[in-house]
């Protein structure tokens, strides 16, 4: 058939691959930390890709960016102050700006020609540079962290991309420590967290040190995103010791939360899905609850 495919095999899914077909290259090159590829693929839109993992496409992008921000953030009542660490591509801060409780929105993003790429061909998600609650910072979350005051942020939203290479510090023991120390009493994190079906000891091992680390609640729920390994995406959600946090029942339903850029609800996220992102197949419960 002729056509041009990317091949998305890596050793974290050993045996396995998934492509896409390529219409052109739109831009490659190495940052500081990895190599940034951005094409326009045949079916899924734009596709970035950092040091050969897919990050996202435009035609699927939503239901990440929609769950990583929606699940913590409508299981409190009125989030003020919020920090996402990566997230440069700028989709997760357009989803938090949805929230018209929030005031700050901090951003730690390591590094910037991932936050150039996006404004430069993904608008649509770079978007969310333009609120004026936004402030970003651009160097290693692990520094940025360490100078928070204790107790700042109602939430954190950690969307990271896998753990090799600059996000490897993201998912240990030390940078929850300083995770929960920036989150105040009933503050919550959500990590991005992996597939169940494809990284079952780093989830193991991810909400093991959750667990000693967040007194309140762990929990791990899960989405359906279809340019992803295996096609799932998971989510760790910590809530810290203070007022309890149900993460099951939205505190904060989206539905009453007009869009701050257009007034759309989100294409994926409702409070339905919400629930249903918790309910969990029993090899993964018991996987989960044996930690
Ligand atoms: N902000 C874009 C999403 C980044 N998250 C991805 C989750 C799946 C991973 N294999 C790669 C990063």
């Given at each position: 058939k002729g056509d041009k495919r990317v091949y998305f095999n890596n050793p974290m899914w050993p045996g396995e691959a998934h492509s896409l077909e390529v219409?052109?290259?739109?831009?490659?090159?190495?940052?500081?930390?990895?190599?940034?590829?951005?094409?326009?693929?045949?079916?899924?839109?734009?596709?970035?890709?950092?040091?050969?993992?897919?990050?996202?496409?435009?035609?699927?992008?939503?239901?990440?960016?929609?769950?990583?921000a929606h699940l913590p953030l409508c299981s409190i009542k009125s989030?003020?102050?919020?920090?996402?660490?990566?997230?440069?591509?700028?989709?997760?801060?357009?989803?938090?700006?949805?929230?018209?409780?929030?005031?700050?929105?901090?951003?730690?993003?390591?590094?910037?020609?991932?936050?150039d790429v996006s404004k430069k061909f993904f608008p649509d998600l770079a978007v969310g540079f333009e609120d004026p609650r936004v402030h970003l910072h651009v160097e290693d979350a692990l520094e940025?962290?360490?100078?928070?005051?204790?107790?700042?942020y109602d939430a954190i939203i950690v969307d990271s991309s896998d753990p090799v290479g600059p996000a490897q510090d993201l998912v240990e023991?030390?940078?929850?420590?300083?995770?929960?120390?920036?989150?105040?009493?009933?503050?919550?994190?959500?990590n991005m967290a992996e597939s169940m079906w494809l990284h079952t000891h780093l989830i193991n091992?991810?909400?093991?040190a959750c667990r000693e680390v967040f007194k309140g609640s762990v929990h791990y729920a899960w989405a359906n995103v279809?340019?992803?390994?295996?096609?799932?995406?998971?989510?760790?959600?910590?809530?810290?010791?203070g007022p309890h946090v149900d993460f099951r029942n939205p505190v904060n339903p989206i539905e009453k939360l007009e869009g701050a850029y257009d007034q759309s609800e989100p294409k994926f996220y409702n409070s339905q899905i919400h629930r249903?992102?918790?309910a969990l197949p029993s090899f993964v419960k018991k996987q989960v609850s044996s930690l």
């Amino acid at each position: 058939k002729g056509d041009k495919r990317v091949y998305f095999n890596n050793p974290m899914w050993p045996g396995e691959a998934h492509s896409l077909e390529v219409k052109n290259v739109l831009f490659k090159e190495r940052s500081k930390f990895q190599e940034v590829l951005v094409f326009e693929s045949a079916t899924y839109g734009k596709v970035l890709v950092l040091d050969g993992i897919l990050q996202l496409t435009e035609k699927d992008e939503f239901a990440y960016q929609e769950m990583i921000a929606h699940l913590p953030l409508c299981s409190i009542k009125s989030p003020k102050n919020v920090l996402v660490v990566g997230g440069g591509d700028g989709g997760v801060l357009r989803e938090v700006a949805r929230h018209s409780s929030v005031e700050l929105i901090d951003i730690c993003e390591i590094d910037q020609m991932v936050i150039d790429v996006s404004k430069k061909f993904f608008p649509d998600l770079a978007v969310g540079f333009e609120d004026p609650r936004v402030h970003l910072h651009v160097e290693d979350a692990l520094e940025f962290i360490r100078h928070v005051p204790k107790g700042k942020y109602d939430a954190i939203i950690v969307d990271s991309s896998d753990p090799v290479g600059p996000a490897q510090d993201l998912v240990e023991k030390p940078f929850f420590e300083m995770i929960s120390n920036a989150l105040r009493p009933g503050g919550v994190l959500c990590n991005m967290a992996e597939s169940m079906w494809l990284h079952t000891h780093l989830i193991n091992d991810m909400i093991a040190a959750c667990r000693e680390v967040f007194k309140g609640s762990v929990h791990y729920a899960w989405a359906n995103v279809p340019t992803y390994p295996s096609g799932v995406i998971g989510f760790i959600l910590c809530s810290t010791e203070g007022p309890h946090v149900d993460f099951r029942n939205p505190v904060n339903p989206i539905e009453k939360l007009e869009g701050a850029y257009d007034q759309s609800e989100p294409k994926f996220y409702n409070s339905q899905i919400h629930r249903a992102a918790f309910a969990l197949p029993s090899f993964v419960k018991k996987q989960v609850s044996s930690l």
